[in-house]
């Protein structure tokens, strides 16, 4: 199992490229399932969960062909297998976007329940209940969810959520756009990445109205056409390499990146004292040697501060000026990383859902240990920032959302490596 070796003391400076948004890449490599011809995506990151999922169409019969360079072209019409079977899809909670897709074009469909990061509960009853409204028939079996469509399709429908969800949206976005009729779909979640989702169906043709808004129209087409598309620049990426150049008291300049995706968190770094420019695909921030202020930090969905970003501003506070209190609305088990920060010698206390965190003018080095992959991030940080050389364990959380974070960290003058760790 590999680790990182961070020797801290590091400010920040230079710059790096943001790869393709992982969290709009695996909802649009679930879309090509719904087209009639070939897709090509580009700007794809190299990340584990990316090649799952490209692994999973491939089990079930999809024709998939990457190039040097991520670009991926993927035929759907050999799909000869509708189940994602539970060894693919325990790993990756995202797998069950296949279910709105493989439903609206084939008919059926036989998805494992999902995985990933352990960060609380993310129950899938939205989705079901959603293409339940649609006319499908659903039934668990197994620890499988088994779905079929009614005969003639999917049919459009009117479907209130009752909580936010992306995972929802996107599914259910997925199997309206080739449901029978109209699909309006009430309380959707409006992040950036359904939004990319929503733009690449159209370019596929479809017809939805109300994009970026909680307010989707969806008039079902025949059929789907596939085209090319480029993913968008990853905004949690982005926002994570920022707050470790404040963490550090350094500089930034981050290319292919996009700022209007980013602005809780752009207006938060600013808060803590940075000075921020941004261009039309590109941001800077600069500390100028300046220890950072602390912050307060409540996520709620996008537009508001991003949950996904939580964890690295924890590790933010930690070295800054100050008290700051980081409060988690979404999920119950998204302060994991606390322990692990206060062992490098943070000043943080739990109170429910809320990480109250008193700033200290230096962490220390300690071996630490990744528990979910935003977590991981924030152990990075802590390092960059640290006296001493710190080693993070499990590391395998990093590498589902961050591609190439040691070439990257590098870069900007970070003594970073990656080894085995030692069998005992």
């Known amino acids: ?86 060894d693919l899809v325990k790993t990756m909670r995202a797998s069950i976007l296949v279910l709105g897709p493989m439903l609206a074009r084939y008919g059926k469909a036989d998805v494992s329940f999902p995985g990933g990061c352990a960060i609380g509960s993310r129950p899938v009853d939205i989705h079901l209940r959603g293409l339940e409204a649609m006319g499908a028939e659903i039934h668990v079996d197994g620890g499988y969810i088994r779905a079929t469509a009614p005969e003639g399709g999917l049919r459009g429908a009117h479907f209130f959520m009752d909580t936010v969800t992306v995972g929802g949206t996107e599914n259910l976005l997925m199997a309206a756009v080739l449901a029978k009729g109209t699909s309006t779909l009430e309380n959707a979640a409006r992040e950036p990445e359904i939004v990319d989702l929503a733009n690449c169906l159209v370019a596929m043709g479809a017809k939805i109205e109300g994009i970026g808004t909680d307010h989707l129209v969806i008039e079902g087409v025949e059929r789907l056409e596939g085209c090319e598309y480029s993913i968008m620049p990853d905004r949690i990426e982005a926002g994570t390499y920022l707050t470790a150049a404040a963490a550090s008291r350094g500089s930034i300049k981050l290319k292919n990146a996009h700022a209007d995706t ?27 040697g300046r220890r950072p202020k602390a912050v307060n930090i409540r996520t709620a969905p996008y537009p508001a501060f991003p949950t996904d970003m939580q964890s690295q501003f924890t590790a933010l506070n930690s070295v800054s000026e100050g008290t700051g209190t980081v409060s988690e609305t979404i999920f119950e088990n998204r302060h994991l990383q606390v322990h692990e920060l206060n062992r490098m010698g943070a000043n943080i206390t739990l109170e429910g859902n809320t990480a109250i965190v008193r700033g200290v003018e230096r ?62």
């Not at 943001?18 to 649009?28: A, D, M």
């Open 1 to 86: 199992m590999d680790q990182l070796i961070i020797q801290g003391g590091a400010t920040i400076s230079g710059e790096i490229n943001i790869s393709g948004s992982k969290n709009s890449g695996l909802p649009i490599i679930a879309a090509t399932l719904l087209a009639s011809t070939p897709m090509y995506l580009s700007n794809l990151p190299q990340l584990k969960d990316i090649t799952t999922m490209l692994s999973l169409l491939r089990c079930m019969g999809v024709d998939i062909v990457v190039d040097e360079k991520m670009r991926v072209e993927v035929n759907s019409s050999t799909i000869n297998e509708f189940e994602a079977p539970y």
């Open 363 to 424: 962490l220390n080095a300690a071996p630490v240990m990744a528990s979910d992959l935003r977590a991981s991030a924030s152990l990075v940080i802590a390092a960059i920032v640290a006296e001493g050389e710190t080693v993070v364990d499990r590391i395998y959380h990093v590498d589902r959302g961050y591609e190439c974070i040691e070439e990257k960290l590098q870069q900007l003058g970070v003594n970073i490596r990656r080894a085995s760790s030692k069998k005992t």
């Open 262 to 288: 980013l602005e809780a968190v752009l207006l938060k770094l600013e808060e803590v004292g940075a000075d921020i420019e941004i261009g039309e695909d590109w941001i800077s921030l600069d500390m100028h």
